[in-house]
């Protein structure tokens, strides 16, 4: 049998899009690459009980005991490396990576971004927000990207998008409900596995 590519997933938070990640894998929806690490750079990550539940190997990284960002981004690569890992899947992680380690990682990091880049993105668009900002605007369909990440924040090639439409009388919350199951749970493990094929196909 071929060999899978070992996926790292990044998260902050409730971990909603490791979930969909996670059932994928178990569906077969992903199947050139396994879920082998979830790295956490908040202790109280609720993604971090979805890993262990999952029987996946969950870390918690903190950049305050590394000494800030640099330090954060070492501890990572070694855990990284000793892991070998191919891809790393941002899903839902609320943190901006250094350029050094964009480079390292490059074509190699994919992150989930909850509206239609270059909509509502960049510096400062992030989780609800995001949907406050589109609702505020008034746009009638808003979406999730799926695209690599470089040294510009949401400025990578993007590889997957998805359109949802926006209802009367829709708050952030509602709106955020929607994209995440009409868009984000589908086009992240949709583009996890392709990039992981890409990966696996590459070697051969
Ligand atoms: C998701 O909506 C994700 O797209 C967004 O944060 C949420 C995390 O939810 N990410 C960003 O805004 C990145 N800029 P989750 O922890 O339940 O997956």
New binding site residues.
Partial sequence: MERKAKVAVF?S??????QALIDAQQKGIIKSGEISLVVSNKKSAF?LERAEKAGIKGVFVSKKENGGQEGFERAVNEILDAEGIDLIVL??F?SILSPGFTRKWENRII????SLIPSFCGEG???LT?HEKALEYGVKVTG?TVHFVNEIP?GGKIILQKAVDIQDGDTPEIL?RRV?EQA?WIILPEAAEMICNSIINQEE
């Avoid at 938070?13 to 490791?18: A, C, E, I, P, R």
């Avoid at 992150?111 to 909850?114: F, G, K, L």
Wanted: net charge negative; aromatic share 8%.
């Fill in positions: 998260v938070g409730g971990g909603t899009n490791l993604a899903a839902g609320l992150n989930i971004h909850p668009f992030y989780g995001v999730a949401d955020q995440m984000e």
